[in-house]
């Protein structure tokens, strides 16, 4: 094929043709994907940054409420991805499934549009005293909102896996062009996500919610289009296991069935396939580990004489199985985090629209717009991160990176709860504003500045350039051969089972808190709450989970694999974590 100037990878076009590679992929193809992805962070920041507030003016929730539907509904965004990196992983691949589910997508965005456009779907106010929102206007709002939801279940986890698929990783120079992709992509999400919250988040409140909406749902139309002029530039990797997710579940089930035979001593005493066979499909043999060793089981060979009607697993079978494991222990770790990250589109917001706003004599700041620091922080730190931070450590360690990704993410973590102590002072500040200038009424305002809540925003923003990119790009690598897809839901369902926890937190502690006619800590008039104590209590977890992540990262053991080339005796074993992955600027 190298001959014929076709990709070494073995990926095919959409007819199912092998591609020649200087006419494909790289970032040539993939200019075409982040210019969606920018559209799609702008689309969902646009909906998601100011949500608490539509729900709490125009549909008059209460703040408990629409904190839980906020959070329910994100993290309904964020784990719905599983399902879609199912499908494509199994049946459909990367690009069908990604166009059916950007369908849905836009479906949902027109119809969120339409409910917030509408007087009919919206409550009715009279004489400064509205209504609460009937039972059909309240559903089509969220049928709508859950529609978004579904659609970017097949969008989020198949867009940008199938951009680093069009990267050759058996061609050296390609291989360094993927090298940025994940951070770049990253960029073109803050991209997006500044346009929705400095942009989207004032034309919301001051110009309308119907064109607030509208502008990105035209967008996202925009992108998709330009996505599908890039289509004979893509490249398409050929699914080489009929069902990885089912080889995942067999090792498991083996290994309980076996679970009566003893280990050998040497793991090569266990079975694997010949190299041929790995050079023949071009799959990679993945070494083996001692990590998880009751795994091994499953790959214990038969006795001569027996009469199995399947061969055992293979050890590269085995240490899939073992990599996603330990990848679970590690998302497990990222929920706390995740939860934090949750506070940027609920109580943060909640916070600021109780403070001073103003920004001159007439211009008022909508509270939603500070997200924006988030994004200008994550814009400012990822180029600062390649050209100063890696290039410093790598000096002082000798690490491609500079960092291993779960230093990175460890280091992330330790940001993240420095940004939480710092809202815990703030709010302590605003309660003693609150205090001093017998501040009671919901709708007072408190003599403090609204950029007082910059630090944790920006701060968060910081974490993120170590958390965000890191948790992808550590997914992706460390993900089984066929099932990238299925290995970024790692980290997109850590961000919606987050929202989930956050969801059940809030709940959980305003029921406690209030009971006994006490004072909740998180009621609908935050100038008579205690935000503080829940921040108190969110910077405590925050701190275990650390312990928890550093025992966890201290258990892991990185991916392996043997890559070997045709009519080559060498074999190469190569370690993941040592392939430079930083931003080239």
């Given at each position: 094929?190298?001959?014929?100037?076709?990709?070494?990878?073995?990926?095919?076009?959409?007819?199912?043709?092998?591609?020649?590679?200087?006419?494909?992929g790289?970032?040539?193809?993939?200019s075409?994907?982040?210019?969606?992805?920018?559209?799609?962070?702008?689309?969902?920041?646009?909906?998601?940054?100011?949500?608490?507030?539509?729900?709490?003016?125009?549909?008059?929730?209460?703040?408990?409420?629409?904190?839980?539907?906020?959070?329910?509904?994100?993290?309904?965004?964020?784990?719905?991805?599983?399902?879609?990196?199912?499908?494509?992983?199994?049946?459909?691949?990367?690009?069908?499934?990604?166009?059916?589910?950007?369908?849905?997508?836009?479906?949902?965005?027109?119809?969120?549009?339409?409910?917030?456009?509408?007087?009919?779907?919206?409550?009715?106010?009279?004489?400064?005293?509205?209504?609460?929102?009937?039972?059909?206007?309240?559903?089509?709002?969220?049928?709508?909102?859950?529609?978004?939801a579904?659609?970017?279940?097949?969008?989020k986890?198949?867009?940008?896996?199938?951009?680093?698929?069009?990267?050759d990783?058996?061609?050296?120079?390609?291989?360094?062009?993927?090298?940025?992709?994940f951070?770049?992509?990253?960029?073109?999400?803050?991209?997006?996500?500044?346009?929705?919250?400095?942009?989207?988040?004032?034309?919301?409140?001051?110009?309308?919610?119907?064109?607030?909406?509208?502008?990105?749902?035209?967008?996202?139309?925009?992108?998709?289009?330009?996505?599908?002029?890039?289509?004979?530039?893509?490249?398409?990797?050929?699914?080489?296991?009929?069902?990885?997710?089912?080889d995942?579940?067999?090792?498991?089930?083996?290994?309980f069935?076996?679970?009566?035979?003893?280990?050998?001593?040497?793991?090569?005493?266990?079975?694997?396939?010949?190299?041929?066979?790995?050079?023949?499909?071009?799959?990679?043999?993945?070494?083996?580990?001692?990590?998880?060793?009751?795994?091994?089981?499953?790959?214990?060979k038969?006795?001569?004489?027996?009469?199995?009607?399947?061969?055992?697993?293979?050890?590269?079978?085995?240490?899939?199985?073992?990599?996603?494991?330990?990848?679970?222990?590690?998302?497990?770790?990222?929920?706390i985090?995740?939860?934090?990250?949750?506070?940027?589109?609920?109580?943060?917001?909640?916070?600021?629209?109780?403070?001073?706003?103003?920004?001159?004599?007439?211009?008022?700041?909508?509270?939603?717009?500070?997200?924006?620091?988030?994004?200008l922080?994550?814009?400012?730190?990822?180029?600062?991160?390649?050209?100063?931070?890696?290039?410093?450590?790598?000096?002082?360690?000798?690490?491609?990176?500079?960092?291993?990704?779960?230093?990175r993410?460890?280091?992330?973590?330790?940001?993240?709860?420095?940004?939480?102590?710092?809202?815990?002072?703030?709010?302590v500040?605003r309660?003693?504003?609150?205090?001093?200038?017998?501040?009671?009424?919901?709708?007072?305002?408190?003599?403090?500045?609204?950029?007082?809540?910059?630090?944790?925003?920006?701060?968060?923003?910081?974490?993120?350039?170590?958390?965000?990119?890191?948790?992808l790009?550590?997914?992706?690598?460390?993900?089984?051969?066929?099932?990238?897809?299925?290995?970024?839901?790692?980290?997109?369902?850590?961000?919606?089972?987050?929202?989930?926890?956050?969801?059940?937190?809030?709940?959980?502690?305003d029921?406690?808190?209030?009971?006994?006619?006490?004072?909740?800590?998180?009621?609908?008039?935050?100038?008579?709450?205690?935000?503080?104590?829940?921040?108190?209590?969110?910077?405590?977890?925050?701190?275990?989970?650390?312990?928890?992540?550093?025992?966890?990262?201290?258990?892991?053991?990185?991916?392996?694999?043997?890559?070997?080339?045709?009519?080559?005796?060498?074999?190469?074993?190569?370690?993941?974590?040592?392939?430079?992955?930083?931003?080239?600027?």
């Amino acid at each position: 094929m190298e001959a014929k100037g076709f990709t070494n990878d073995g990926t095919v076009d959409l007819r199912g043709q092998p591609v020649i590679a200087a006419k494909t992929g790289k970032w040539k193809a993939c200019s075409f994907l982040v210019g969606y992805e920018a559209f799609e962070r702008m689309a969902f920041y646009g909906v998601a940054s100011n949500l608490v507030v539509y729900l709490t003016t125009q549909l008059h929730e209460e703040t408990v409420p629409s904190v839980r539907n906020v959070n329910n509904w994100s993290g309904s965004v964020w784990i719905t991805p599983i399902l879609g990196a199912y499908i494509a992983d199994s049946y459909l691949g990367r690009f069908w499934t990604f166009t059916i589910s950007s369908l849905i997508y836009v479906l949902g965005m027109v119809l969120l549009t339409t409910a917030v456009s509408l007087k009919s779907l919206r409550p009715i106010c009279a004489n400064g005293v509205c209504n609460k929102a009937t039972t059909s206007q309240v559903a089509f709002f969220y049928t709508s909102l859950y529609i978004i939801a579904f659609g970017s279940g097949g969008t989020k986890p198949n867009i940008s896996t199938f951009g680093a698929d069009q990267f050759d990783d058996f061609d050296p120079q390609e291989k360094k062009l993927k090298a940025s992709f994940f951070n770049w992509w990253m960029f073109s999400s803050f991209i997006g996500a500044l346009l929705a919250t400095l942009g989207l988040v004032y034309i919301q409140e001051n110009l309308g919610w119907g064109l607030g909406y509208g502008i990105p749902t035209i967008g996202l139309l925009l992108s998709l289009f330009i996505f599908y002029v890039g289509t004979p530039m893509y490249r398409h990797k050929v699914r080489r296991t009929k069902s990885p997710a089912g080889d995942l579940l067999r090792v498991p089930i083996a290994a309980f069935a076996n679970r009566g035979r003893a280990l050998p001593t040497d793991a090569s005493e266990l079975y694997e396939l010949n190299l041929q066979h790995y050079i023949n499909t071009g799959k990679r043999q993945v070494y083996h580990t001692p990590m998880f060793r009751f795994l091994d089981k499953a790959a214990i060979k038969e006795s001569n004489n027996s009469n199995a009607p399947r061969p055992p697993c293979t050890i590269t079978q085995v240490e899939g199985a073992k990599l996603v494991l330990g990848m679970f222990m590690i998302w497990l770790v990222t929920l706390i985090p995740s939860t934090i990250w949750a506070q940027i589109n609920t109580l943060f917001v909640k916070q600021g629209t109780t403070l001073d706003r103003h920004l001159g004599p007439s211009f008022e700041i909508p509270a939603a717009s500070l997200g924006s620091f988030v994004t200008l922080s994550m814009l400012v730190s990822v180029p600062m991160y390649d050209r100063y931070f890696v290039p410093l450590m790598r000096k002082k360690t000798g690490h491609p990176r500079g960092i291993t990704l779960l230093q990175r993410l460890g280091i992330g973590f330790a940001i993240q709860t420095i940004a939480i102590a710092i809202a815990y002072v703030v709010e302590v500040k605003r309660m003693h504003a609150i205090k001093v200038h017998k501040i009671l009424g919901p709708k007072e305002t408190v003599p403090m500045n609204i950029f007082w809540l910059m630090p944790q925003y920006a701060l968060l923003g910081v974490a993120d350039v170590f958390n965000a990119i890191g948790l992808l790009e550590f997914f992706y690598d460390q993900s089984p051969d066929d099932m990238q897809s299925l290995g970024t839901t790692f980290f997109t369902s850590g961000i919606g089972v987050g929202n989930f926890l956050n969801s059940f937190l809030v709940t959980m502690v305003d029921k406690v808190s209030g009971r006994n006619e006490g004072k909740s800590w998180i009621g609908n008039n935050l100038n008579d709450s205690h935000l503080d104590y829940y921040y108190g209590f969110l910077l405590v977890i925050s701190a275990l989970n650390i312990g928890g992540f550093l025992w966890a990262s201290s258990k892991y053991i990185y991916k392996r694999e043997f890559e070997v080339k045709e009519g080559s005796v060498q074999v190469e074993v190569r370690t993941l974590d040592t392939i430079p992955l930083g931003l080239q600027v």
